[in-house]
């Protein structure tokens, strides 16, 4: 049962912006906190942005600190992505997560994963 669903990813030209959904389908889930992780091709899953649910802390990887922006919308169980300036490195499968241990960037911290969504940047 997927718990977990992801949205919103595409084809976009360098430069461009897109903006990632991921929607708790549990009541329980929308109390976890949220991040976003994401692969490339051929290379290890990495951190992208993390936010808790009480208070709204973010936390960013270096690489799209000021670029990126993660919320939530408590209400509804959903988290956004809000991607800009992007690049071709940014190409990669984002994946949505939860857990309960707070916004970091260890994935082995999160017990619920969506399926991807893929995000797909030109040059």
């Known amino acids: 049962q997927v718990q977990l669903v992801e949205s919103g990813g595409g084809l976009v030209q360098t430069g461009g912006s897109l903006r990632l959904s991921c929607a708790a389908s549990?009541?329980?889930?929308?109390?976890?906190?949220k991040a976003w992780f994401r692969q490339a091709p051929g290379k290890e899953r990495e951190f992208v942005a993390a936010?808790?649910?009480?208070?709204?802390?973010?936390v960013y990887a270096d690489s799209v600190k000021g670029r990126f922006t993660i919320s939530r919308d408590n209400a509804n169980r959903t988290v956004y992505l809000q991607m800009s300036s992007l690049k071709p490195e940014d190409t990669a499968v984002y994946y949505c997560?939860?857990?309960?241990?707070?916004?970091?960037?260890?994935?082995?911290?999160?017990?619920?994963w969506g399926q991807g969504t893929q995000v797909t940047v030109s040059s």
């Open positions: 997560a939860a857990g309960l241990t707070g916004a970091n960037s260890f994935p082995t911290t999160y017990n619920n």
């Open positions: 549990e009541r329980t889930l929308g109390y976890y906190a």
């Open positions: 936010i808790t649910w009480s208070s709204g802390r973010t």
